[in-house]
T-cell receptor, first 109, second 114 residues
Framework: RKEVEQDPGPFNVPEGATVAFNCTYSNSASQSFFWYRQDCRKEPKLLMSVYSSGNEDGRFTAQLNRASQYISLLIRDSKLSDSATYLCVVKGNDYKLSFGAGTTVTVRA | DVKVTQSSRYLVKRTGEKVFLECVQDMDHENMFWYRQDPGLGLRLIYFSYDVKMKEKGDIPEGYSVSREKKERFSLILESASTNQTSMYLC?????????????FGNGTRLTVT
């Protein structure tokens, strides 16, 4: 079983729609959680950290469910510029970060 | 703003060649990492280093070695390149500590081994 699993998508949504997707992780001792965004042929960049109580950053909302071992990302009022691959990243109690393979989102006009 | 610079954006090498991928960061980060990214597999850790001259194997170290002679520079070496090492290679750095500091990535080196 992979340490971090994501639905690869693609999620094709119209502008203005809400899109949400999850990421599951296998290590119950995982301590930190992140969403990274990766544009085509570019490097990943941090989108937001995920906190235990859930957190928002503008149109983006991240949630953590420790009991079921998943995190989620919700994008409201989608923009064309939100088209990207979203990587789920989970950190254990060491240096190691485990990456999901990514969920591709395409926002169409 | 953190800058992580990888020396080459695209590389084409022949099977059996020795290949050096260079990475330099300018934020005095202790931790540096080399990943490869392949479709459907995500990022996989090859090696990381938490201090000068220190290195640890990641998940897929076979066929690779690394060098960290200076804090700002972390080199990935393919001793004898093979076609299955064709991939996107990403270098990253972060400050020390086990907290939730994010990784800062370089813009990647797309290596093709023919």
């Amino acid at each position: 079983r992979k340490e971090v699993e994501q639905d690869p998508g693609p999620f094709n949504v119209p502008e203005g729609a809400t899109v949400a997707f999850n990421c599951t992780y296998s290590n119950s001792a995982s301590q930190s959680f992140f969403w990274y965004r990766q544009d085509c042929r570019k490097e990943p960049k941090l989108l937001m950290s995920v906190y235990s109580s859930g957190n928002e950053d503008g149109r983006f909302t991240a949630q953590l469910n420790r009991a079921s071992q998943y995190i989620s990302l919700l994008i409201r009022d989608s923009k064309l510029s939100d088209s990207a691959t979203y990587l789920c990243v989970v950190k254990g109690n060491d240096y190691k970060l485990s990456f999901g393979a990514g969920t591709t989102v395409t926002v169409r006009a | 703003d953190v800058k992580v610079t990888q020396s080459s954006r695209y590389l084409v090498k022949r099977t059996g060649e020795k290949v050096f991928l260079e990475c330099v960061q300018d934020m005095d980060h202790e931790n540096m990492f080399w990943y490869r990214q392949d479709p459907g597999l995500g990022l996989r850790l090859i090696y990381f280093s938490y201090d000068v001259k220190m290195k640890e194997k990641g998940d897929i170290p076979e066929g690779y070695s690394v060098s960290r002679e200076k804090k700002e520079r972390f080199s990935l070496i393919l001793e004898s390149a093979s076609t299955n090492q064709t991939s996107m290679y990403l270098c990253a750095s972060k400050p020390s500590g086990t907290g939730g500091s994010p990784l800062h990535f370089g813009n990647g080196t797309r290596l093709t081994v023919t």
